[in-house]
């Protein structure tokens, strides 16, 4: 990295940027890898229920691809020891020797002068107030190293992943809405991909000539990512032609972003564009080594594009998510039932939670962003605690605890479901 920008990047961009860069340089894709496993990439803090954005994301699903980790679950170093057994009481955790952590970083807001530190959502009521405020604060940035389960001995066991990937069907409704929402225009023709500022339209070989149907998806995604960057959408230079920089740094935003989107809607795992961009490598190396900022402004490009794209198909992310509703309400059937074998909960319990099945399935579907069996499981537990002790019954185990159980996001779950 230039050493006159090395003060200016945080360890978690210095690594991510060295990552990148040596991965280009061997000539693959450094972000194709975390991507062919959601565990991985979408990184989350279990005792936290911290689920990692951005460049931290990024550097967490890269690092753990790198070393053939399966496991999606990170966690800080005082979580890890819990001296006050405030995070997994009466069980005790260690770190295995030689394991590494891992830079992620926070960004807050520092009063100039002060040693007061503010999230940006105070940041931004204060100015809402008073907009001359600005110049009386400064970003600041705190690092923390964060490590991988697989690297903790005494952690609760990975559970088998569960891949509900979107269908062919499901796909098509997405790009469609897509368009139709955005007014970009679609047309197949020749045997060339590319999104067309000028028209204002995605130009795509018939779907016949793709290897599959989901390598169609994926390229119509790219090209969508694309067209994002009109003047009517979110406005970036789009007037690169191919071997430009500006060309190479376009290529790279929508590169990411249709990582970002193939992970969020758990594409087929066999659909990709990666082979077909791998001409702009040597482009974005040199680009890169000018000036590392350029990676993370894409980065920051590429999650506000597929913000942007997942949001312009509501009705198509709703179907999906009824789908995924419904393999939720399954896995709270198969759980109510084995609870009740096993005599965990008794047969008044068992039979008012089978009446709220579809409804318990809802429910953690909207809090759940992962898919591991783990997460599922976490959240029926603290579901059904939430709901037997709101409906008058008895649970073995103190729901006095329940605010401290790894399932936060439901503390109001009961007015969903009662």
Not at 238 to 252: V, W
Not at 344 to 368: A, C, F, V, W
Not at 378 to 403: N, P, W
């Amino acid at each position: 990295m230039p050493k006159e920008q090395n003060k200016l990047i945080t360890k978690t961009r210095e690594q991510l940027y060295e990552m990148y860069l040596q991965s280009l340089k061997d000539n693959e894709m450094p972000w194709e890898k975390p991507w062919k496993s959601s565990n991985v990439f979408n990184p989350v803090n279990p005792i936290s229920t911290v689920h990692y954005h951005g460049i931290n994301r990024m550097l967490l699903g890269i690092i753990a691809s790198n070393r053939n980790i399966e496991d999606g679950r990170w966690a800080t170093f005082n979580q890890i020891a819990d001296k006050s057994e405030k995070y997994h009481p009466g069980k005790k955790w260690t770190l295995k020797k030689g394991s590494k952590g891992v830079p992620i970083e926070l960004w807050k807001v520092r009063k100039i002068g002060t040693k007061e530190l503010i999230n940006f959502s105070e940041y931004r009521k204060i100015l809402d107030k008073d907009p001359d405020q600005a110049k009386n604060y400064t970003l600041y940035s705190q690092t923390f190293y964060v490590y991988n389960y697989a690297d903790i001995d005494g952690v609760p066991a990975m559970k088998k992943e569960v891949t509900n990937t979107v269908s062919i069907p499901e796909l098509e409704a997405f790009c469609d809405e897509v368009l139709k929402n955005t007014g970009v225009g679609l047309e197949h023709k020749g045997d060339q991909a590319y999104y067309s500022p000028s028209e204002d339209r995605i130009v795509l070989p018939e779907i016949g000539k793709f290897k599959t149907a989901g390598d169609y998806y994926a390229t119509r995604l790219h090209e969508t990512a694309h067209s994002t960057g009109a003047e009517s959408r979110l406005k970036r230079d789009l007037s690169g032609s191919f071997g430009s920089e500006s060309y190479a740094k376009e290529e790279l935003r929508a590169e990411i972003a249709s990582s970002l989107i193939f992970a969020d809607l758990k594409m087929p795992t066999d659909a990709s564009t990666l082979d077909n961009h791998k001409a702009y490598i040597q482009n974005w190396i040199s680009v890169l080594e000018k000036d590392p900022n350029v990676l993370f402004a894409a980065i920051k490009d590429a999650e506000a594009i597929s913000d942007y794209v997942l949001s312009h198909a509501p009705m198509a992310l709703k179907e999906i998510k009824k789908q995924h509703t419904s393999e939720c309400a399954e896995y709270v059937k198969k759980s109510v039932k084995d609870d009740f074998e096993h005599e965990r909960i008794s047969e008044k319990e068992y039979r008012y939670l089978t009446r709220h099945i579809d409804q318990m399935g809802d429910t953690m579907q909207n809090h759940i962003k992962g898919n591991t069996t783990e997460e599922k499981h976490e959240a029926y537990e603290g579901l059904k605690k939430i709901m037997l002790a709101e409906a008058g019954f008895l649970v073995a185990e103190s729901i006095a605890r329940t605010d401290e159980l790894q399932i936060n996001p439901l503390s109001n779950a009961q007015t969903m479901v009662l």
